[in-house]
Protein backbone atom coordinates (compact mmCIF):
# COMPACT_ATOMS: atom_id res chain seq x y z
CA UNK A 1 0.00 0.00 0.00
CA UNK A 2 1.26 3.33 -0.69
CA UNK A 3 1.76 5.32 2.84
CA UNK A 4 1.20 9.11 2.02
CA UNK A 5 0.98 11.86 4.40
CA UNK A 6 -1.42 14.09 2.96
CA UNK A 7 -3.81 16.55 4.54
CA UNK A 8 -7.35 15.60 3.71
CA UNK A 9 -8.93 18.11 6.28
CA UNK A 10 -6.87 21.68 5.82
CA UNK A 11 -9.67 22.82 8.14
CA UNK A 12 -8.45 20.84 11.26
CA UNK A 13 -4.73 19.79 9.94
CA UNK A 14 -6.24 15.70 9.55
CA UNK A 15 -3.98 13.85 7.14
CA UNK A 16 -4.97 10.69 5.33
CA UNK A 17 -2.81 8.39 7.18
CA UNK A 18 -4.43 9.49 10.95
CA UNK A 19 -7.34 8.41 8.83
CA UNK A 20 -6.28 5.40 8.13
CA UNK A 21 -5.32 4.83 11.49
CA UNK A 22 -8.38 5.86 13.14
CA UNK A 23 -10.01 3.36 10.60
CA UNK A 24 -7.41 0.67 12.34
CA UNK A 25 -9.42 1.74 15.42
CA UNK A 26 -12.84 1.18 14.05
CA UNK A 27 -14.08 4.30 12.25
CA UNK A 28 -15.89 3.53 9.79
CA UNK A 29 -17.57 6.22 8.80
CA UNK A 30 -16.57 10.26 8.29
CA UNK A 31 -19.01 11.55 11.28
CA UNK A 32 -16.54 9.22 13.19
CA UNK A 33 -13.47 11.14 12.66
CA UNK A 34 -15.45 14.52 13.46
CA UNK A 35 -15.87 13.27 17.00
CA UNK A 36 -12.48 12.13 16.94
CA UNK A 37 -9.95 15.03 15.49
CA UNK A 38 -12.77 17.72 14.42
CA UNK A 39 -12.42 16.38 10.51
CA UNK A 40 -15.17 17.88 8.40
CA UNK A 41 -16.28 20.40 11.41
CA UNK A 42 -14.41 23.47 9.53
CA UNK A 43 -15.79 24.12 5.97
CA UNK A 44 -17.11 20.20 5.48
CA UNK A 45 -15.53 20.38 2.22
CA UNK A 46 -13.08 17.16 3.20
CA UNK A 47 -16.17 14.73 4.00
CA UNK A 48 -15.75 13.26 0.77
CA UNK A 49 -12.48 12.60 0.15
CA UNK A 50 -12.24 11.54 3.79
CA UNK A 51 -14.89 9.07 3.81
CA UNK A 52 -13.18 7.81 0.21
CA UNK A 53 -10.16 7.30 2.30
CA UNK A 54 -12.18 5.30 4.62
CA UNK A 55 -13.93 3.13 2.57
CA UNK A 56 -10.26 2.48 0.50
CA UNK A 57 -8.36 1.61 3.86
CA UNK A 58 -11.46 -0.69 4.85
CA UNK A 59 -11.36 -2.54 1.58
CA UNK A 60 -7.66 -3.27 1.94
CA UNK A 61 -7.91 -4.45 5.43
CA UNK A 62 -10.64 -6.91 4.29
CA UNK A 63 -8.03 -8.18 1.78
CA UNK A 64 -5.31 -8.43 3.87
CA UNK A 65 -7.25 -10.76 6.49
CA UNK A 66 -8.92 -12.75 3.67
CA UNK A 67 -5.43 -13.50 2.11
FE1 LIG B 1 -12.14 19.66 6.55
FE2 LIG B 1 -12.62 22.21 5.92
S1 LIG B 1 -11.18 20.85 5.01
S2 LIG B 1 -13.59 20.97 7.40
Do not use: P
Request: charged fraction near 20%; glycine fraction near 8%; include cysteine.
Amino acid sequence: CIESNMYICLCKAVTDSEIRAAVEDGVQHVSHLAERCGLGTGCGRCQETAQQVIEDHLAESMSYAAA
